[in-house]
C-alpha cells in the first residue's frame, strides 16, 4: 500500500482545512486508518482513526469535536476535516495504514505510512 497525503496549508486560528490521503494497493480498503502529526523536537502523536468500513472513528481529546475523519473506499481516499484550527495543531500531518479491520490509536500498529503534509495555523 502506498499512501499520499495532501491538503495542508497556511490558514489563521478559527479556519478550516481538509486533508486528503490517496491510497493505492489492491486490499486498500479492507484496512482500517489513520492521521497522525508531528511537530519539531516531538514525539508523533496520534490524531485520528477510522475502521476499514468507516463506521468506527476515533479522536483524540485534543482535536475531538473539531475534526472529522471519513474514508470514501471507491476513490481510495481518506480524509480529515479540521475545523476551529488552533496554532497548537500546526504540524505535519502523516495518514497511515494498518493491516487490520479494527481501528488502531497506536500508531505501532500502522504499517504504511505517507508523506506528510504540513499545516500551520497562525495566531
Known amino acids: 500500500v502506498q499512501l499520499q497525503a495532501s491538503g495542508g496549508g497556511l490558514v489563521q486560528a478559527g479556519g478550516s482545512l481538509r486533508l486528503s490521503c490517496v491510497a493505492s494497493?489492491?486490499?486498500?480498503?479492507?484496512?482500517?486508518m489513520g492521521w497522525f502529526r508531528q511537530t519539531p523536537g516531538k514525539e508523533r502523536e496520534y490524531v485520528s482513526a477510522?475502521?476499514?468500513?468507516?463506521?468506527?472513528?476515533y479522536y483524540a481529546d485534543s482535536v475531538k469535536g473539531r475534526f472529522t475523519i471519513s474514508r470514501d473506499n471507491a476513490k481510495n481516499t481518506m480524509y480529515l476535516q479540521m475545523n476551529t484550527l488552533k496554532p497548537e495543531d500546526s504540524a505535519v500531518y502523516f495518514c497511515?495504514?494498518?493491516?487490520?479491520?479494527?481501528?488502531?490509536?497506536?500508531?505501532?500498529?500502522?504499517?504504511?505510512w505517507g508523506q506528510g503534509t504540513q499545516v500551520t495555523v497562525s495566531s
Open positions: 497511515a495504514s494498518t493491516q487490520y479491520y479494527s481501528a488502531s490509536v497506536d500508531q505501532h500498529q500502522y504499517v504504511y
Open positions: 494497493g489492491r486490499t486498500w480498503n479492507n484496512y482500517s
Open positions: 477510522i475502521s476499514w468500513s468507516g463506521r468506527m472513528t
